[in-house]
């Protein structure tokens, strides 16, 4: 066995023994519970001191700029996939009313904040429509049970997530099927739907689906003008496509994907590559131009990609399974090869034991790929859990700890979101356990390594309270604050607001002996902070 293999049986085995001691306290705990003091959070608008004394600015013994480095600051991407294909997430039914429809929005997003996620990839073009105003495609027949028919009473629902997430402090991803372009739960095929309106691009598979051909050029541009249309006109953080490009075989009963018409024009016109290298180049060409063209509109936007988990069978080489290379024409390795991506998201959807498909052993392989060091966030499937529900819970958050011990950049996406809220076993594992504490999203230093200029804390003092309140000479440049404070006779603790909050206080003065506050931009740089030394 090699000394790496070894390491890594010998990490994996801790992990379980770790586990099967079945305790909820923290992997790092900052101070023993009985010695923190209270922390609250901002005033709010009840909470009067009447009359209120004279407001008094501590003793500043010491004022330096340090690096913001805190020993229990996590940098973790923890997302969950919210489906609206078959209504199976957001929302619910079809045809909810608008309220109704933003109820749900802020209960699944209130959920999320409350267990510590700190991302949301909301999939707002299921069968090539819109759940966002567009003059490119029709409303979603998911959302209304009507395609082409708006809100009523109208209003933007990606425009409504987009800023819930982000008073909540957390990022927005729009996640869009490339190609497909009807899905059998999809009601009747209207006049309004790009199967009627742009024909010369479809094709209908055996199974009841209606495909786009990725060979045709009218396709990607089509496609291209959707995705930019999006990153133009909304504040969103990333771009998503899932596995489907050239379909699965078993949607067109196992037949060739009916591209007949494309490929003898390519032929026609001289093309020399094999069928199946065509194909592959055809998806090749679109994933490296959907990434440079968003690059080039808004540099901070990430564009992420969640393939079949298996690349090939026999890579490496205890692994079966299918085939995405040749069934689904998806050189998946080749876009983490190149970097054509910032975060890859591989839908590892197996358990640990499950030898021809286990989970770090194929977490393992992608990270050797990953030659260009970008986000290696794997895809968790929460829908394992099953009748042995505490057993079930084990699998996912030993799978978040393994990520922890594989990856350099940690992070996970969840498979979907209504697993989690429908398992109060498991939200409490997940709360409880890996996502005890808030955690900044990891930076992409290639994206942009600036971070921003130091923020300005103003601190003022009522009674045993410290109120907090900071400012930053360029707003724009800010998504997150983090703020840091040393307990009197222990270490430091952290605390993650959202862009939206600039106020906070600390209870129980006289226990807190340092203070200072970082902001974080869209990219995930951090800025230094002042560290102020209080009497």
């Known amino acids: 066995m090699s000394q790496r293999i070894f390491l890594f049986v010998l990490f994996f085995c801790s992990v379980l023994l770790f586990n099967s001691c079945k305790t909820t306290k923290p992997a790092v705990s900052p101070t023993p519970e009985t010695t923190k003091p209270e922390i609250k959070d901002t005033l709010s608008s009840s909470e009067k001191v009447s009359p209120p004394p004279p407001p008094a600015i501590p003793e500043v013994v010491e004022e330096k700029t340090v690096k913001s480095e805190a020993p229990l600051k996590i940098a973790e991407f923890r997302a969950a996939w919210v489906t609206s294909v078959a209504n199976i997430n957001w929302p619910s039914q079809r045809n909810l009313s608008t309220s109704q429809q933003q109820q749900e929005a802020l209960e699944i997003l209130d959920f999320l904040e409350e267990h510590n996620f700190n991302a949301v990839i909301l999939q707002v073009r299921p069968q090539a429509d819109a759940l966002y105003e567009s003059d490119l495609e029709p409303w979603s027949y998911f959302l209304t049970g009507e395609t082409g028919k708006a809100p009523q009473p109208y209003y933007d629902p990606l425009r409504f997530w987009t800023e819930a997430a982000h008073n909540r402090g957390m990022e927005l991803h729009v996640w869009l099927n490339p190609y497909r372009a009807y899905h059998t739960t999809g009601g009747e095929i209207s006049e309004k739907s790009l199967v009627k309106t742009r024909p010369e691009l479809m094709t209908k598979l055996k199974n009841g689906f209606w495909w786009m051909d990725p060979a045709k050029q009218g396709t990607q541009d089509h496609v291209s003008a959707v995705v930019m249309d999006i990153v133009q006109r909304y504040d969103i953080d990333g771009v998503h496509f899932d596995d489907y490009f050239y379909p699965y075989a078993s949607y067109n009963g196992k037949q060739q994907f009916p591209d007949n018409i494309s490929w003898d024009q390519y032929k026609a016109e001289g093309g020399k590559l094999l069928r199946d290298d065509w194909r592959r180049d055809n998806v090749n060409k679109f994933v490296k131009r959907i990434y440079s063209e968003i690059k080039a509109e808004k540099p901070h936007v990430k564009f992420g990609i969640s393939p079949f988990g298996i690349w090939r069978p026999g890579h490496p080489a205890s692994i079966k399974g299918m085939d995405q290379y040749s069934e689904l024409y998806a050189d998946a390795k080749l876009w983490l090869n190149e970097g054509w991506i910032d975060y890859f998201t591989p839908q590892l959807y197996w358990k640990i034991n499950q ?155 006289k226990n807190f002996s340092k203070i200072g506050i970082t902001a974080v931009d869209r990219t995930g740089n951090e800025s230094n902070f002042k560290e102020i030394e209080l009497q």
């Open 355 to 509: 030898v021809a498909q286990s989970f770090p052993v194929l977490l393992s392989w992608w990270k050797d790929e990953n030659t260009e060091n970008r986000h290696l966030w794997p895809g968790i499937n929460d829908a394992l859990i099953g009748e042995e529900k505490e057993k079930d819970t084990d699998e996912i958050t030993n799978q978040i700890m393994i990520t922890r011990g594989i990856l350099d950049s940690r992070g996970a996406v969840h498979w979907n979101v209504g697993p989690i809220m429908k398992n109060p076993e498991l939200a409490h594992a997940l709360k409880e356990g890996p996502y005890r504490k808030k955690a900044l999203v990891p930076a992409s230093p290639w994206l942009d390594d600036e971070a921003p200029e130091v923020p300005k804390l103003n601190i003022s003092k009522i009674e045993d309270k410290l109120e907090l309140k900071w400012e930053h000479t360029d707003p724009d440049d800010v998504f997150r604050w983090v703020l840091y404070f040393k307990y009197e006779n222990s270490g430091w603790d952290f605390r993650i607001f959202s862009r939206n909050e600039k106020k906070f206080v600390l209870h129980n003065a």
